[in-house]
């Protein structure tokens, strides 16, 4: 019979607990209803105060509202994050393809910068023909500091390394208050 009486506290305890927080979310709906419609009731009477005169008028109006729910987005934007790459390029084979491209542009300033034009008079024999060297604008070559232990540019991300710490993501939260829509306005 004791076994009875000590669980039974408890349990009481627990439905007592149960009952006021179930209570309480009602009277917050509750109140959060009264203060919309007195709100609105006197957002109206302050628009009608303006519009008709200082008389006393009966006027009915009858408004159906639905109150939407609370929205909150969020939105997570990704940073990137390097992925290891293998590849096995020696220093001969970088240093020969540093080389080749240096002789590729400089072939190509050679070739844009002589060319041949004639001038003279429009009398026949008085015409010269002029090889002459362009001054065109040399393009200044682009920095590229080099790190001494990879011998690469700087600016380049490192291949094959693999960053230990993951990229940082950023969350983006946005919360819209719930808001009531009319459904139905009556005026008499």
């Known amino acids: 019979m004791s076994k009875g009486i000590k669980h039974s506290k408890p349990i009481l305890g627990m439905l007592l607990a149960a009952s006021l ?3 309480q979310g009602g ?5 959060q209803k009264l203060l919309v419609e007195n709100t609105i009731k006197d957002r109206i009477q302050d628009a009608l105060s303006k519009i008709i005169d200082s008389h006393k008028y009966v006027v009915n109006v009858s408004v159906e509202l639905e109150i939407m729910d609370e929205v909150e ?7 990137p ?8 390029i020696s220093p001969a084979e970088e240093t020969a393809q540093v080389l080749l491209e240096m002789q590729a542009q400089m072939m190509e300033e050679s070739e844009a910068e002589r060319e041949q034009y004639s001038i003279g008079l429009p009398i ?3 015409e010269i023909d002029i090889s002459e060297r362009k001054t065109a604008k040399k393009q200044k070559p682009k920095p590229r500091p080099m790190t001494p232990e990879t011998m690469r540019p700087m600016d380049e991300t490192p291949q094959g390394v693999e960053h230990a710490d993951p990229g940082v993501d950023k969350v983006l939260r ?3 208050p719930a808001r009531a829509e009319i459904r139905k306005m009556e005026l008499s």
């Open 21 to 23: 927080a179930i209570g």
């Open 27 to 31: 009277i917050s709906y509750l109140s």
């Open 73 to 79: 987005e969020q939105i997570t934007v990704l940073s």
């Open 81 to 88: 994050r390097y992925q290891s790459k293998q590849q096995t």
């Open 124 to 126: 026949p024999g008085f």
């Open 174 to 176: 946005s919360k819209r």
